[in-house]
């Protein structure tokens, strides 16, 4: 029987029933504690790499997928639209629209 793969829990633990989680899945069992917590250390640093990779919006700060011309995410606060216009952009994006208008 292979150990969990985050090496933490033994295989009895392993094989608790829920995953160790109590039936109203409000409580973990003590032996799964420290898998939970590892589990949720490697996720919640999974996401902030993912972010750090984001270009970060000029105004905000924010990470975003995209930014517009002005480096800014897609918000459109006053910051955002100042920031805007004084890149020279109207205020608030046009929408990102492939195919043409309609
Ligand atoms: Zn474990
Ligand atoms: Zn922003």
Redesign the pocket.
């Known amino acids: 029987m292979s150990a ?6 033994t295989p009895t ?2 094989r608790l029933p829920r995953g160790g989680w109590s039936e109203d899945g409000l409580t973990i069992d003590p032996r ?1 504690a ?2 939970n917590r ?1 589990l949720w250390a490697a996720t919640s640093a999974r996401i902030d790499r993912m972010h750090a990779d984001y270009p970060k919006c000029k105004a905000c700060g924010q990470p975003a997928l995209a930014l517009d011309a002005a480096g800014l995410c897609s918000k459109v606060t006053e910051s955002h639209k100042t920031y805007r216009v004084r890149m020279g952009l109207p205020p608030v994006p046009a929408p990102a629209g492939r195919g043409g208008r309609r």
Do not use: S
């Open positions: 969990c793969k985050l090496g933490c829990c633990a392993e799964r420290e898998h590892r």
